[in-house]
């Protein structure tokens, strides 16, 4: 944690998640930022960090590519977890510098200010009957003729 500020009260959680790492910015619901670390993904190191934010932390993380087990993980912890829409929030983001700290902090914002806009986490039951129509889409949209 490059930065820890002692805090017992209810915690949001900005998670800029990507393939193997991710940052993750804690913040109190007033705005003041707590800490942030950067982590190596694995579920055991999420649990470990997200057990700092306190008792059912608010985390956001982004509906990018690999978001299952980051909300699985983040929902076994007692987090409770709202998925932003990717689309939506490039609306909100005007910047010319982006770092993994601001995209944490700004989703964290946009939680804690009730201007973020989300994504269905669809159940784990549904995702399992998704992912073949996904796959087969795939390589049937590349052959598509005309």
């Not at 944690?1 to 209810?10: L, N, R, V």
């Not at 055991?44 to 978001?67: F, R, S």
């Not at 944490?104 to 946009?110: F, P, Q, T």
């Amino acid at each position: 944690m490059d930065q820890e500020t002692a805090y017992d009260g209810p915690q949001i959680v900005g998670m800029d998640l990507h393939r193997s790492r991710s940052v993750l910015l804690r913040m109190t619901p007033q705005g003041t930022r707590l800490g942030r670390v950067r982590i190596d993904n694995s579920p055991t190191g999420l649990k470990a960090e997200i057990a700092k934010a306190g008792p059912h932390p608010q985390v956001v993380p982004e509906a990018t590519y690999g978001w299952y087990w980051a909300a699985d993980t983040l929902q076994e912890a007692g987090a409770e977890v709202h998925l932003a829409h990717p689309l939506g929030v490039k609306l909100f983001s005007h910047r010319r510098v982006k770092t993994d700290e601001r995209e944490a902090a700004d989703l964290a914002d946009l939680l804690r200010m009730g201007r973020l806009p989300q994504a269905w986490i669809a159940p784990p039951q549904v995702r399992r009957l998704r992912e073949p129509v996904r796959y087969r889409h795939k390589p049937v949209g590349r052959c598509h003729v005309g």
